[in-house]
């Protein structure tokens, strides 16, 4: 079967004909109303004064005293470390709060392209995102055959609102402006952008960022690709926009386009088994002092997102991410660095 490419990182796009803008994030509900007890007095007493009465007034203002103690501001600098960092008992291997019990399901696209996925199959564990989420399970206690595989679109996966997986991988980038819909995890790849054309274009000589501002560039509506070619490259004339790879990659065969921009490994797999008359031009390099990074989608606010970090972060501690990017995305040190 053939497996096409599989789509870059999306932030949103301007390109408002092509899509539908996401609906606005819901209000807050109404906040219940605050309620204060009626005071009491108590009844003036005049029993005489006793000798045993002033332990008792010490004992009381002890209490007291504990109380205002007790009332008074507090560092909330734990609370806040206990938020990032979840307690055990939240995060116990095989028995985590999962949609179903006793099972993870796992969120990706359709078509599943490689080299993040092969045969468009998920659950193969073949390909670099299918190999990290089995690596994900694994860490949090679940086995290969409690994994179940949901097929979720990329734009429903990043939308406010209900989710029904648990964790859903499909190269989305991290980001502040997704981070209002949806949690992340920890990143779980180091993400750059690589610029495809035909060996017989005149694209295919540029050797810097400059050098194709003057070429017909193209990119997948959406995605962190066609920001790269908007606010990076800057072309002279407007670019491209398609709705999946696929087309951009039929627009490139067909000269609509010089040249299109789709994440590194990507670019690879188009170039070794998809458009073998095409080659890579460069790579970009990571801007803002920060590498983007595809991060595992939550739903927003959820209980596992503490627990699915850690597994990410463990996995990249002891080498098992490093290891699974040399296998499925070996290629991607290859490509000249366009500036």
Known sequence: MSVANRPTRRTTSRSASLYAPLSGLSGLSGRPSRRTAPRRTAPRRTAPRRAGRLPRLGAALAVLLGAAVACAPQDDTGSAKSSAAPPAAACAKGHLATGTAGKLTVGTDKPAYAPWFQDDDPANGKGFESAVAYAVADRLGYARSDVIWQTVPFNSAVAPGKKKFDFDLNQVSVSDERRRAVDFSSGYYDVRQAVIALKSSPAAKATSVDALKHV???????????????????????????????????????????????????????????????????????????????????????????????????????????RLEKTWLSEAVDAPVLK
């Open 216 to 322: 017909k560039l193209g990119a997948q509506v959406g995605t962190t690709s066609l920001d790269v070619v908007n606010s990076v490259i800057r072309p002279d004339q407007q670019p491209a926009v398609f709705q999946k790879n696929d087309y951009a990659k039929t627009a490139l065969k067909n000269g609509q386009v010089d040249a299109i921009v789709v994440d590194l490994p990507t670019a690879f797999y188009i170039t070794s088994a998809e458009v073998q008359d095409a080659k890579i031009v460069g790579q970009f390099p990571a801007t803002g002092g920060r590498a983007e990074q595809f991060g595992l989608v939550l739903d927003k606010g959820s209980g596992l997102t503490g627990c699915v970090s850690d597994a990410v972060d463990s996995l990249r501690e002891d080498g098992t991410l490093a």
